[in-house]
């Protein structure tokens, strides 16, 4: 309701008078001519509350903004990333332990402040396109960039049942949930490695895409090749190792029609930088190892991933595994090397003797040869 207020004193308020204004208007005017009255068309009480109150305010830090603040060659305090960021010290604290809880590789120092243990390279969608042959980006449904997720590949899965495009990629930052082969945790800490899912469609029914990881993993070779990775070989059927320790995985999962049509969703996790006390329960490589520390940056190995893989997976779709055979052996680890095999019947001795032309591992028990299509496979140390 409105009221009138006689000003008998000064003070350091103004408004003009006898207008009508807001209790907003009201607390940004800082001075008043004395004796004069005006009118509001709020109570007096909430006048004063809009003028005298505090309201408490969340801000929040964007945490690729506090990554690009911090250095792997100099230290910054907490004040300097509160003032560059416009909050509080506190709010930084509280943002720096967010990000090392899910593997941020940032160092504190008493007195020093806060700086990473290594440089972290942002992933990038525009990077990412730059990367690709020029003729895949017209044939690209999206490339998507996630902060954090549970799976990209559980992820994919769930866009691709809903109409997701062909060759449509989704690669995070960090997963909280990653997955292996068999159900297994893939260790995915924040700005160290690449998580990576690309959704394949094809006309065909899911029998015909037996072979396709091992594909995926000659695409990867190849792809890593191209950012100048050497000495690196497959393990079938999923595994890309360097000097017999793991460096990259890949999991295969497939949906739609069992006769066709049906989509492959081919997940790629590969080790960038970790550090030696990574609780993985295998031995492990990483590109910066193999590179003597100069790791090929992130974009551009997810760049030559999507472009090896499209091609690949045309050959595939086409030819079958048939158009890989060779190439398969060139990079075959496990040739001629004795290995147990592990399947649901139980374990079994013999000698890795390649693929057959379905991508089945061929494995020599003696003076019988037999075919798996899906095992765990061990190397047997005598």
């Known amino acids: ?58 801000v929040t830090i964007d945490p690729y903004a506090l990554l690009r603040s911090l250095s792997a060659e100099k230290s910054v305090s907490g004040s300097e990333l509160a003032k560059k960021l416009g909050v509080t010290r506190a709010a930084i604290w509280k943002q720096i332990e967010s990000l090392r809880a899910v593997g941020a590789p940032i160092q504190a120092s008493a007195g020093a402040g806060y700086r990473l243990a290594w440089p972290i390279e942002p992933l990038d969608e525009s990077a ?36 997701a495009g062909d060759i449509s990629v989704l690669v995070a930052e960090a997963q909280t949930d990653g997955r292996g082969r068999r159900g297994r945790q893939w260790q995915s800490p924040l700005g160290g490695n690449v998580y990576f899912s690309l959704l394949r469609r094809f006309d065909g029914g899911m029998g015909s895409l037996a072979g396709l990881s091992i594909v995926a993993g000659i695409a990867a070779v190849r792809a890593l090749r191209e950012c100048g990775v050497r000495d690196i070989g497959l393990k079938w059927p999923n595994d890309i190792l360097a000097g017999g320790k793991k460096l990259a995985g890949i999991l295969v999962e497939l949906g739609g029609e069992f006769l066709g049509p049906c989509f492959a969703v081919i997940g790629i996790g590969i080790n960038v930088r970790l550090p030696r006390d990574a609780e993985i329960d295998q031995p492990f490589a990483d590109l910066s190892t193999l590179c003597a520390g100069n790791a090929p ?20 779709a086409a030819t079958g595994f048939a158009a890989f055979e060779k190439e398969y052996a060139t990079l075959d680890v496990l040739a001629h090397v004795p290995v147990q095999v592990h399947t649901p019947s139980g374990a079994q001795e013999g000698i890795a003797d390649g693929v057959d032309g379905r991508g089945a591992l061929r494995v020599r028990h003696g003076n019988r040869v037999a075919t798996y299509d899906s095992a765990e496979v061990t190397v047997r140390h005598s």
């Not at 009138?4 to 807001?22: C, L």
């Not at 006048?47 to 305010?57: P, Q």
């Not at 396109?129 to 769930?158: C, F």
């Not at 499209?310 to 050959?315: A, I, L, N, Q």
């Open 128 to 163: 990412i396109r730059g990367e690709l042959d020029v003729a895949m980006l017209p044939r690209l449904a999206g490339v998507r960039v996630m902060w954090q997720i549970d799976s990209t590949n559980t992820a994919l899965l769930n866009a691709a049942a809903n109409g």
């Open 1 to 58: 309701m409105p009221f009138r207020y006689d000003v008998a004193h000064p003070t350091n308020w103004t408004v003009i008078p006898g207008k009508k204004v807001s209790a907003d208007t009201f607390a940004r005017q800082r001075t008043l001519r004395p004796s004069k009255t005006f009118h509001c068309k709020v109570g007096l009480s909430r006048l004063f509350r809009s003028i005298f109150s505090t309201r408490k305010v969340t």
């Open 297 to 316: 940056a992130r974009n551009r190995i997810i760049g030559r991933l999507i472009s090896q893989l499209v091609v690949s997976t045309d050959t595939f």
